[in-house]
């Protein structure tokens, strides 16, 4: 069977965990509007009878402004090594900037295929998909260009096959039930975060932390209890964290809950609780505390 590694590159909210979320038929990868979302390497399988694909979900590269974001460059960039095919995936913008010449040119310096992966070309007439597809194809840097919506699941089956075409013959690395290396507990960590990126304003998020003190399940009823702390940067995030009389916590733990119970297939109770680590993002030992740091 074909099996094999394959990292996807590319600037934030490109749409790389939509893409992945689409193609693995659950939602692993957290989803929002704002940058900087996926903040560590987490590995996603594709099962089908004749092949299995470990793909690699990874930060944007980006500017580092703090120690977070050093880790997430370094996370972004090692998941480089060791794989069988590179996607880099944009969008429709047809202005490269800086960020994307910065992947380029890091592109051009390694020796392995590389699909050009085009999304939101919902948005796209045809003449001006042909155009912006033979930007890249001037580029001659990529084996393949596929044009996708990730959201509207456009084009993604033939994507499968042409990712399978460049893949080697070998074993399975993962049972076929298995979807990701992700424990059940930072996978709930992720969903009370993503609430917390959706319904929290643009400042906050980014500074935000979720720890899971409690996972167990009820002896005699099948009920999960759960604790999660929210960590924040300021005081003044925790109070907006909370709410006026806790209504914007109620909100972001209700909103969590009902996709942590999908997910667990369970029943959930959900206890949150807001904690001020201050500006852990600057911190290597904070930022190693709450798992950023590579393994």
């Known amino acids: 069977m074909k099996s094999g590694f ?55 590269i980006q500017n580092p402004k703090n120690k977070l974001g050093e880790f997430m460059l370094k996370e972004s960039r090692s998941s480089l090594r060791d794989v069988d095919l590179i996607l880099y995936m944009v969008d429709v913008n047809f202005e ?25 070309i919902d948005t796209l007439n045809s003449e001006e998909l042909s155009k912006l597809v033979s930007k890249y194809e001037g580029m001659e ?19 499968i096959n042409c990712i399978k075409s460049f893949l080697p013959y070998g074993p399975k ?15 709930v960590s992720e969903i009370i975060r993503e609430k917390t990126l959706n319904l929290l304003r643009d400042e906050i998020p980014h500074g935000i932390n979720v720890l899971i003190e409690k996972f167990s399940i009820r002896k005699n009823k099948p009920i999960v209890d759960i604790d999660a702390i ?19 916590i109620l909100k972001i733990g209700k909103s969590a809950r009902l996709d942590i119970e999908k997910f667990l297939d369970s029943k959930v109770n959900l206890k949150l609780f807001v904690k001020i680590d201050d500006d852990w993002r600057n911190k290597s030992i904070k930022v190693k505390e709450f798992g950023y740091f590579r393994k």
């Open 230 to 248: 929210i960590c924040v940067e300021k005081k003044s995030h925790k109070g907006i964290v909370i709410g006026k009389n806790g209504d914007m």
């Open 6 to 60: 394959v990292t996807i590159v590319g600037r934030s909210n490109v749409g790389k965990s939509t893409l992945l979320n689409r193609i693995i038929g659950e939602k692993i990868s957290i989803i929002s509007s704002k940058p900087q979302t996926t903040r560590a390497n987490l590995k996603l399988i594709y099962n089908s009878l004749d092949s299995q694909i470990v793909f690699l979900d990874t930060p944007g």
């Open 96 to 120: 490269i900037g800086e960020l994307d010449n910065l992947i380029i040119d890091i592109l051009r310096k390694i020796n392995l295929p590389k699909i050009c992966v085009i999304n939101k």
């Open 173 to 187: 690395y993962y049972s076929d039930d298995m979807i990701t290396d992700q424990t059940e507990r930072e996978i």
């Open 141 to 159: 840097l990529f084996e393949k260009i596929i044009p996708i919506s990730a959201s509207e699941g456009t084009n993604v089956y033939n994507l």
